[in-house]
């Protein structure tokens, strides 16, 4: 396995990203200029999203258009309206026999205490498609503009910032990126070294220590995955549940009450590749990116980023 140097989810080839932010909160669209077989997994207990269904194996639909990561809890999908739209008028997506549909899956982040109650307006989607191409940015754009991580102690608790992370692994002809907006509960490590998380101001504090505490709050991490590897429907949701394993790795608790977190995963190429392979590259590939997001948000008032904040690691 090969790293990427400033790897990200265009690097599989066939997909454009696009950002756009506004008031505390924005929405992220990957637009898949093949048409992808994708799948997705859903492992929170507190989501928010749109279409998955339609991912499912025993689904007509084959292929999606885009698939779209945003703030702004359950209201923020109304930014796939817009995306949907302007999709539309670019004759992308499912020809009915009545009109072009775009089949737009999505996700969305709670971050309504950052932004006030602000959420991504179908105008907000649009401008997000509009501005798609080979995007590498990361941390504090698109609908990582208001992501946090390490809630324990609620808002007012020692919040530190979140962001959206990407990255990029290869192996041979194979290529797998990722694109991860990471807005958890928990805490992030690299590794054994916690780099981000509940903290007092001079120090992070032990995670354990509140677990099974009411946060108060819902969270969510949500990422997509791409690779150039041929993939059927059900290969597809194989490799988005494999790729929740990078975030078990490097967010700490995971897949809680609280949280929502879904991946969706996507082929763009016809590279012949074993599973296996995809699965573990996928995996890794997401837990860079964690880390990347966290290490490329910049800081907010009253919420530090981990750039900014020199702890002794706490192992």
Request: glycine share 16%; hydrophobic share 45%; aromatic share 4%.
């Given at each position: ?92 997506g499912l020809d009915t026999g ?112 509140y677990v099974g505490s009411s ?101």
């Amino acid at each position: 396995m090969e790293i990427v140097k400033n790897g990200a989810l265009v690097d599989a080839g066939g997909v454009r990203m696009g950002h756009a932010s506004g008031a505390g909160t924005g929405v992220t669209v990957a637009i898949i200029d093949t048409g992808g077989v994708a799948g997705v997994d859903v492992r929170g207990s507190a989501p928010g999203t749109r279409e998955t269904d339609l991912l499912d194996p025993t689904a007509a639909v084959q292929q999606v258009t885009a698939i779209v990561l945003t703030g702004g809890s359950a209201f923020g999908l109304a930014a796939v309206d817009g995306v949907m739209s302007t999709l539309a008028e670019q004759g992308r997506g499912l020809d009915t026999g009545m009109g072009i549909v775009p089949i737009v899956p999505a996700a969305v982040i709670f971050d309504l205490p950052l932004s006030g109650g602000a959420y991504p307006t179908p105008e907000l989607g649009r401008q997000a498609t509009l501005s798609a191409s080979d995007d590498r940015s990361r941390g504090n754009v698109g609908a990582g503009t208001g992501a946090t991580v390490g809630k324990y102690l609620g808002p007012a608790g020692g919040v530190m910032k979140g962001g959206l992370g990407q990255a990029a692994v290869t192996s041979g002809d194979l290529i797998v990126s990722a694109a991860v907006v990471v807005n958890a509960l928990g805490d992030i490590y690299d590794g054994a070294e916690k780099i981000a998380g509940t903290h007092n101001g001079h120090g992070f504090l032990p995670t354990e220590a509140y677990v099974g505490s009411s946060v108060g709050f819902t969270n969510t991490t949500i990422g997509i995955v791409a690779t150039n590897a041929a993939l059927t429907k059900p290969h597809a949701s194989k490799v988005a549940s494999a790729a929740h394993d990078g975030l078990a790795r490097s967010i700490r608790p995971v897949h809680t009450m609280d949280d929502g977190d879904t991946i969706f995963a996507v082929s763009t190429g016809s590279v012949e590749a074993p599973l296996n392979a995809v699965c573990f590259l996928a995996a890794e590939a997401v837990r860079m990116a964690v880390i990347d997001g966290v290490r490329a948000a910049a800081s907010l008032p009253g919420i530090p980023s981990a750039t900014a904040l020199a702890f002794e690691p706490l192992r």
